[in-house]
């Protein structure tokens, strides 16, 4: 599904991705590990359509509406609800029964109590999990998740895990951590970014 | 229909963060209303209709100015632009719908600032009021392009008005022609004509500039 030879990228004069070769097939599990400034989050936003590498060849076999993208921002805004964010996003990716797969997401992350609350006043570990919602909302073939496990508590992290164990095998992924141990158990390729 | 559906979407969800948070409306009504008091009293007693009616375009200009500067502010701070260029919706929907939200709170502005000024300075000729609205669908379908190209850079502050004033130099020519000639037919179609022609490169040209 995903198919990196020699990219790179530059932004002006600085390179912060060289020489990156990569195979993910569909149903993959890959794990981009490296310091910070590695180029992690670069190689995960050309994979998921928001930059183009600046040489080398990468090929994405999947159309943009079946990406999920987990960033190191949560993507949502913080004077909307919940409720109100998660609609929008229903509405832009056609979600079929939009209400009801809202509201089955909204309660499986714990967030169903705090629906009506503006995002600006959730804490980060709240907004980290809406975050995971909106990525799953439109039940994504490709997810491309940033340290997904950034903010998240005890139980939040948890219901990641089970998230991560009910989807691998049938979706792809992309995850880049610093966090490795976490998702060891699901990978099926592993990048190293030096 | 789809398309449609999603800049109505759009355009909703800006409006109601603009009812949330009430960060761009109230500065623009406060802008053009303070910038007449101080014309009011800075221009020399006797000055002519004709100086008044350029004001009225410098203060529109700048007034949009502040509305576009905050345009794309709440995709900024959480970066929601990048989900927003994910979504399987056109590209240019997003474009578009900022622009009719930009455009409703300029117009918001100028209902209370057009009276204002006919109470300052002159009455207003329903030429004027034309020019004012083919103005600012082209202040606004520009002004949100170039919104979007900035915000993405270091100097937003200063990249917007370094783009957008010799954009809207036309339309200062179209508006103060409009407002002041007694034949304002002419000023007008040129004023439609800049808001086809540069509509459609926005529309055309948008994707190119959300894509890193």
Known sequence: ?194 | MNYLADVRALARKDLLLELRARDTLPSMLLFVVAVFVVFHFALPAGSSDRAASGLLWVAIVFTALLGLGRAFVPEREQRVLDALVLAPCDRSAIWLAKSIATFAFLGAAEVVALPVFALFFHGLSWSTVAGVALADVGICTVGTFVGATAVVTRARELLLPLLFLPLAIPLVIGGVGASVVDAPGRYLAFLGLYDVLFALLCWAAFEYVVVE
């Open chain 1, 1 to 194: 599904m995903i198919e990196a030879r020699n990219v790179g990228r530059l932004f002006g004069d600085k390179r912060v991705l060289r020489g990156v070769d990569l195979d993910v097939p569909r149903g993959g599990f890959a794990l981009v590990t490296g310091p910070n400034g590695a180029g992690k989050t670069t190689l995960l936003r050309m994979c998921a359509g928001l930059a183009l590498p600046s040489e080398g060849e990468l090929r994405v076999d999947v159309t943009r509406e079946r990406i999920g993208f987990l960033a190191h921002d949560p993507l949502v805004y913080r004077e909307l609800t919940a409720l109100e964010n998660l609609d929008l996003y229903g509405k832009l990716y056609r979600v079929l029964e939009r209400k009801e797969r809202v509201g089955m997401l909204l309660e499986r992350f714990g967030l169903w109590e705090a629906r009506h609350e503006r995002v600006g006043a959730y804490s980060r570990g709240m907004t980290q999990r809406l975050a995971l919602c909106r990525v799953l909302l439109h039940d994504p073939a490709l997810l491309v998740l940033d340290e997904p496990y950034t903010a998240l508590d005890a139980q939040g992290a948890d219901l990641l895990d089970e998230q991560l164990d009910e989807l691998h095998g049938d979706r792809t992924f992309l995850v880049s951590t610093h966090d490795p141990e976490r998702v060891e158990r699901f990978a099926t390729t592993r990048l190293v970014l030096a």
